[in-house]
T-cell receptor, first 115, second 117 residues
Framework: ETGVTQTPRHLVMGMTNKKSLKCEQHLGHNAMYWYKQSAKKPLELMFVYSLEERVENNSVPSRFSPECPNSSHLFLHLHTLQPEDSALYLC??????????????FGNGTRLTVT | AQKVTQAQTEISVVEKEDVTLDCVYETRDTTYYLFWYKQPPSGELVFLIRRNSFDEQNEISGRYSWNFQKSTSSFNFTITASQVVDSAVYFCALSGTLTGANSKLTFGKGITLSVRP
Protein backbone atom coordinates (compact mmCIF):
# COMPACT_ATOMS: atom_id res chain seq x y z
CA GLU A 1 0.00 0.00 0.00
CA THR A 2 1.23 3.49 -0.77
CA GLY A 3 1.85 5.79 2.19
CA VAL A 4 -0.97 8.26 1.58
CA THR A 5 -3.99 7.22 -0.48
CA GLN A 6 -6.61 9.61 -1.82
CA THR A 7 -9.95 8.76 -3.39
CA PRO A 8 -11.41 9.48 -5.80
CA ARG A 9 -8.64 10.47 -8.23
CA HIS A 10 -11.05 12.51 -10.32
CA LEU A 11 -14.37 14.10 -9.41
CA VAL A 12 -16.78 16.17 -11.45
CA MET A 13 -19.62 17.77 -9.55
CA GLY A 14 -22.29 20.36 -10.08
CA MET A 15 -22.56 23.41 -7.90
CA THR A 16 -25.51 21.99 -5.99
CA ASN A 17 -23.97 18.58 -5.29
CA LYS A 18 -22.53 17.28 -2.05
CA LYS A 19 -19.47 15.07 -2.24
CA SER A 20 -16.57 14.01 -0.03
CA LEU A 21 -12.86 13.49 -0.62
CA LYS A 22 -11.16 10.77 1.36
CA CYS A 23 -7.56 10.44 2.50
CA GLU A 24 -5.92 7.57 4.35
CA GLN A 25 -2.35 7.33 5.58
CA HIS A 26 -0.52 4.13 6.47
CA LEU A 27 2.60 5.77 7.88
CA GLY A 28 1.65 6.05 11.54
CA HIS A 29 1.85 9.83 11.34
CA ASN A 30 0.14 12.16 13.80
CA ALA A 31 -0.68 15.09 11.54
CA MET A 32 -2.74 15.34 8.37
CA TYR A 33 -3.24 18.23 6.00
CA TRP A 34 -5.44 19.39 3.12
CA TYR A 35 -3.83 21.54 0.42
CA LYS A 36 -5.37 23.13 -2.67
CA GLN A 37 -3.31 23.36 -5.85
CA SER A 38 -4.66 25.68 -8.54
CA ALA A 39 -3.01 26.35 -11.87
CA LYS A 40 -0.25 28.97 -11.77
CA LYS A 41 -0.60 29.48 -8.00
CA PRO A 42 1.44 28.24 -5.05
CA LEU A 43 0.03 25.44 -2.95
CA GLU A 44 -2.48 26.75 -0.45
CA LEU A 45 -2.80 25.17 2.99
CA MET A 46 -6.44 24.64 3.89
CA PHE A 47 -6.59 22.59 7.10
CA VAL A 48 -4.24 20.89 9.54
CA TYR A 49 -5.13 18.19 12.03
CA SER A 50 -2.87 16.91 14.77
CA LEU A 51 -3.99 13.79 16.63
CA GLU A 52 -7.50 14.29 15.25
CA GLU A 53 -7.72 17.85 16.50
CA ARG A 54 -7.91 20.72 14.04
CA VAL A 55 -4.96 23.04 14.65
CA GLU A 56 -5.17 25.19 11.55
CA ASN A 57 -8.02 26.58 9.55
CA ASN A 58 -6.69 28.89 6.91
CA SER A 59 -9.71 31.12 6.28
CA VAL A 60 -11.30 28.52 4.07
CA PRO A 61 -14.92 29.07 2.95
CA SER A 62 -17.48 27.09 4.90
CA ARG A 63 -18.48 25.15 1.78
CA PHE A 64 -15.38 23.08 2.58
CA SER A 65 -15.79 21.06 5.76
CA PRO A 66 -13.01 18.79 7.04
CA GLU A 67 -13.40 15.76 9.26
CA CYS A 68 -10.72 13.69 10.97
CA PRO A 69 -12.27 10.67 12.73
CA ASN A 70 -8.87 9.19 13.64
CA SER A 71 -5.21 9.87 12.96
CA SER A 72 -5.23 7.68 9.82
CA HIS A 73 -8.24 9.15 8.03
CA LEU A 74 -9.11 12.61 6.79
CA PHE A 75 -12.13 13.74 4.82
CA LEU A 76 -13.04 16.92 3.01
CA HIS A 77 -16.78 17.38 2.63
CA LEU A 78 -17.84 19.60 -0.25
CA HIS A 79 -21.16 21.35 -0.81
CA THR A 80 -22.43 24.18 -3.03
CA LEU A 81 -19.02 24.68 -4.58
CA GLN A 82 -18.15 27.33 -7.14
CA PRO A 83 -16.36 26.83 -10.48
CA GLU A 84 -13.27 28.58 -9.05
CA ASP A 85 -12.99 25.72 -6.55
CA SER A 86 -11.89 23.46 -9.41
CA ALA A 87 -8.35 22.39 -8.52
CA LEU A 88 -6.16 19.50 -7.41
CA TYR A 89 -6.79 18.75 -3.73
CA LEU A 90 -3.81 17.17 -2.03
CA CYS A 91 -3.77 15.37 1.26
CA UNK A 92 -0.53 15.05 3.23
CA UNK A 93 0.66 13.60 6.50
CA UNK A 94 3.70 14.21 8.65
CA UNK A 95 5.30 12.69 11.74
CA UNK A 96 5.15 16.05 13.51
CA UNK A 97 2.29 17.63 15.41
CA UNK A 98 1.02 19.85 12.64
CA UNK A 99 4.12 22.02 12.60
CA UNK A 100 5.39 23.51 9.38
CA UNK A 101 8.93 22.12 9.43
CA UNK A 102 8.32 18.37 9.36
CA UNK A 103 8.61 16.86 5.87
CA UNK A 104 5.26 16.14 4.30
CA UNK A 105 4.17 12.92 2.61
CA PHE A 106 1.57 13.60 -0.05
CA GLY A 107 -1.10 11.55 -1.75
CA ASN A 108 -1.74 11.61 -5.50
CA GLY A 109 -4.50 14.17 -5.12
CA THR A 110 -8.11 14.43 -6.26
CA ARG A 111 -8.65 16.42 -9.45
CA LEU A 112 -11.92 18.27 -8.79
CA THR A 113 -13.93 19.94 -11.52
CA VAL A 114 -16.98 22.01 -10.58
CA THR A 115 -19.42 22.59 -13.42
CA ALA B 1 5.90 37.89 5.87
CA GLN B 2 7.93 35.21 4.20
CA LYS B 3 8.19 34.63 0.48
CA VAL B 4 9.62 32.08 -1.95
CA THR B 5 10.44 33.06 -5.51
CA GLN B 6 11.06 30.55 -8.26
CA ALA B 7 11.65 32.89 -11.17
CA GLN B 8 12.02 30.14 -13.76
CA THR B 9 8.60 28.79 -14.72
CA GLU B 10 9.51 26.23 -17.38
CA ILE B 11 12.84 24.67 -18.30
CA SER B 12 13.45 22.25 -21.14
CA VAL B 13 16.71 20.32 -21.50
CA VAL B 14 18.00 17.36 -23.45
CA GLU B 15 18.80 14.20 -21.56
CA LYS B 16 22.26 14.13 -19.94
CA GLU B 17 22.41 17.91 -19.64
CA ASP B 18 22.92 19.45 -16.21
CA VAL B 19 20.17 21.78 -15.03
CA THR B 20 19.90 24.17 -12.08
CA LEU B 21 16.60 25.20 -10.56
CA ASP B 22 16.73 28.51 -8.71
CA CYS B 23 15.04 29.38 -5.45
CA VAL B 24 15.24 32.72 -3.65
CA TYR B 25 13.55 33.27 -0.31
CA GLU B 26 12.71 36.09 2.06
CA THR B 27 12.24 35.75 5.80
CA ARG B 28 12.90 37.71 8.97
CA ASP B 29 13.44 34.57 11.00
CA THR B 30 16.97 33.66 12.03
CA THR B 31 15.98 30.01 12.25
CA TYR B 32 14.11 28.53 9.35
CA TYR B 33 13.89 25.48 7.13
CA LEU B 34 14.08 25.17 3.37
CA PHE B 35 12.64 22.33 1.34
CA TRP B 36 12.50 20.98 -2.18
CA TYR B 37 9.64 18.80 -3.39
CA LYS B 38 9.16 17.04 -6.74
CA GLN B 39 5.73 16.60 -8.32
CA PRO B 40 5.79 14.04 -11.16
CA PRO B 41 2.83 13.72 -13.55
CA SER B 42 1.19 11.23 -11.17
CA GLY B 43 0.39 14.18 -8.88
CA GLU B 44 1.87 13.46 -5.47
CA LEU B 45 4.57 15.77 -4.19
CA VAL B 46 7.67 13.87 -3.13
CA PHE B 47 9.91 15.28 -0.41
CA LEU B 48 13.52 15.64 -1.60
CA ILE B 49 15.41 17.59 1.04
CA ARG B 50 15.12 19.80 4.10
CA ARG B 51 17.85 22.20 5.23
CA ASN B 52 18.16 24.04 8.52
CA SER B 53 19.20 27.68 8.27
CA PHE B 54 22.25 27.01 10.44
CA ASP B 55 23.60 24.36 8.12
CA GLU B 56 25.06 25.91 4.98
CA GLN B 57 26.89 22.83 3.86
CA ASN B 58 26.03 21.87 0.33
CA GLU B 59 24.46 18.45 -0.05
CA ILE B 60 24.79 15.84 -2.73
CA SER B 61 22.54 12.84 -3.20
CA GLY B 62 23.34 10.88 -6.32
CA ARG B 63 22.67 13.14 -9.31
CA TYR B 64 21.02 15.76 -7.10
CA SER B 65 22.86 18.55 -5.31
CA TRP B 66 21.75 21.59 -3.38
CA ASN B 67 23.57 24.89 -2.91
CA PHE B 68 22.43 26.89 0.12
CA GLN B 69 23.76 30.47 0.25
CA LYS B 70 22.47 32.60 3.12
CA SER B 71 24.32 35.65 1.77
CA THR B 72 22.11 35.66 -1.30
CA SER B 73 19.07 33.99 0.31
CA SER B 74 19.15 31.25 -2.25
CA PHE B 75 18.70 27.49 -2.14
CA ASN B 76 19.38 26.22 -5.65
CA PHE B 77 18.92 22.66 -6.85
CA THR B 78 21.08 21.08 -9.54
CA ILE B 79 20.37 17.86 -11.39
CA THR B 80 23.44 16.40 -13.05
CA ALA B 81 23.12 14.30 -16.19
CA SER B 82 19.36 14.75 -16.32
CA GLN B 83 17.08 11.88 -17.28
CA VAL B 84 13.58 11.72 -18.72
CA VAL B 85 12.30 10.52 -15.33
CA ASP B 86 13.38 13.86 -13.86
CA SER B 87 10.56 15.55 -15.80
CA ALA B 88 8.29 17.03 -13.12
CA VAL B 89 7.31 20.20 -11.36
CA TYR B 90 9.78 21.15 -8.63
CA PHE B 91 8.74 23.24 -5.64
CA CYS B 92 10.92 25.12 -3.22
CA ALA B 93 9.37 25.86 0.19
CA LEU B 94 10.23 27.80 3.33
CA SER B 95 9.15 27.39 6.93
CA GLY B 96 9.93 29.85 9.69
CA THR B 97 9.86 28.72 13.30
CA LEU B 98 8.15 31.62 14.95
CA THR B 99 4.47 31.57 15.69
CA GLY B 100 2.10 33.41 13.43
CA ALA B 101 2.34 33.80 9.70
CA ASN B 102 5.96 32.74 9.47
CA SER B 103 5.29 29.41 11.09
CA LYS B 104 3.48 28.34 7.95
CA LEU B 105 5.07 26.44 5.11
CA THR B 106 5.26 28.76 2.12
CA PHE B 107 5.67 27.22 -1.33
CA GLY B 108 7.02 28.80 -4.48
CA LYS B 109 4.99 28.57 -7.68
CA GLY B 110 7.06 25.68 -8.99
CA ILE B 111 9.32 25.08 -11.98
CA THR B 112 8.21 22.70 -14.72
CA LEU B 113 11.20 20.72 -15.92
CA SER B 114 10.98 18.79 -19.18
CA VAL B 115 13.78 16.45 -20.07
CA ARG B 116 13.72 15.37 -23.71
CA PRO B 117 15.31 12.12 -24.86
Amino acid sequence: ETGVTQTPRHLVMGMTNKKSLKCEQHLGHNAMYWYKQSAKKPLELMFVYSLEERVENNSVPSRFSPECPNSSHLFLHLHTLQPEDSALYLCASSPGTGDSYSPLHFGNGTRLTVT
Amino acid sequence: AQKVTQAQTEISVVEKEDVTLDCVYETRDTTYYLFWYKQPPSGELVFLIRRNSFDEQNEISGRYSWNFQKSTSSFNFTITASQVVDSAVYFCALSGTLTGANSKLTFGKGITLSVRP
